[in-house]
């Protein structure tokens, strides 16, 4: 019998994280029969013997599928998650992250409600407790809120803690852009076809699951490029129209010159008087210089991270 539901954790070389991430999935109070696909993105098919050992720890509703992905790429991973199940609604989770425990009941239910094409949930952060500087930044920057209610929501968010509804988003192969597996931002792709194509969006307040920080992202160095990538959004997709639209370039390369000015102006008056709040502006000011120097692309995932191993890589 073909399985209705699928929940996909993409995973590279974080063991710890991805046995957090499945544990968590094995404590969901849905009771109902469902694949859990281990998409490994490791070259060395490092989660191959962690995915052997769960699988056999398993609730007995639960088919735990081991995926071996040996070309790296976010977008890639993704990919062969939704290839390894026929399930028609897919949740993610990704390796980094665990489930409350109410997690997938609540995005069912209100899917159940709201039929949308994707649906999303809540983030919280769980910082290290190493962390002790910028804490209240780091917890905004990695966190997930959208303060609505539960139903339709006139905008898209990242994909991990979403369910994708095969048969509410547009067709064509690969689902996610292979052309976004080092930079990212495969999933933004895919939200703005759906909004293209006129599909909508849902907001499952009570399908919370939280991001663990590792710490080597917990810094600014990490933090301030994401924030640089993040700005680039905008301009990247009026250039992959056609015919792209330089009156869109040109007013959000106005937008990013503003936002960095008067950023970098607030931060240095917050640096002077030392406030909690001067990584704010700094990420602002990065935010803007992301649309000024759109050319330059940072790549994160894929290639990029097996050569620097989650370091931000610029070209």
């Known amino acids: 019998m073909t399985p209705s539901l699928a929940v996909a954790i993409p995973t590279f070389r974080r063991n710890a994280g991805l046995e957090q991430a499945i544990r968590s999935v094995f404590a969901q109070d849905h009771a109902t029969p469902f694949e859990l696909i281990i998409a490994d993105n490791d070259p060395d098919g490092g989660a191959a013997e962690l995915a052997c050992r769960l699988a056999d720890e398993a609730p007995v509703h639960i088919r735990v599928l081991y995926a071996h992905v040996p070309e790296p ?14 399930a028609r609604l897919i949740a993610f989770l990704d390796d980094d992250q665990s489930a409350s425990r109410g997690w997938l009941s609540a995005l069912l ?76 931002g495969e999933d ?75 950023n970098v102006v607030a931060y240095a008056f917050l640096w002077a008087v030392r406030s909690d709040r001067r990584a704010d502006h700094l990420d602002k000011a990065a935010r803007g210089a992301g649309k000024l120097v759109w050319w330059k692309r940072l790549n994160f995932y894929g290639a990029a991270r097996l050569s620097g191993e989650g370091k931000p890589v610029l070209r």
């Open 73 to 86: 790429g976010v977008a890639n991973a993704r990919n062969a998650a939704l290839a390894s199940t026929e």
């Open 109 to 184: 239910r209100c899917h159940a409600n709201f039929p949308a094409a994707a649906t999303f949930g809540p983030i919280d952060t769980v910082l290290p407790e190493s962390v002790t500087s910028h804490t209240a930044y780091f917890r905004q920057f990695f966190c997930r809120m959208d303060g609505a209610g539960t139903g339709y929501i006139p905008r898209s968010y990242g994909c991990g803690n979403s369910l994708l509804d095969r048969d509410l988003i547009p067709q064509g192969e690969p689902v996610f852009d292979a052309r976004m597996n080092e930079s990212g």
């Open 188 to 262: 933004d792709v895919l939200f703005q076809r759906i909004r293209e194509a006129g599909g909508q969006f849902a907001w499952a307040a009570d399908a919370l699951a939280f991001e663990h920080v590792p710490a080597e992202r917990a810094r600014l160095g990490y933090t301030l490029k994401r924030a640089v990538s993040y700005g680039q959004g905008p301009i990247a997709h009026a250039l992959r129209q056609s015919p792209i639209n330089y009156a869109t370039v040109a007013f959000w390369m106005a937008v990013g010159l503003y936002k960095f000015a008067v």
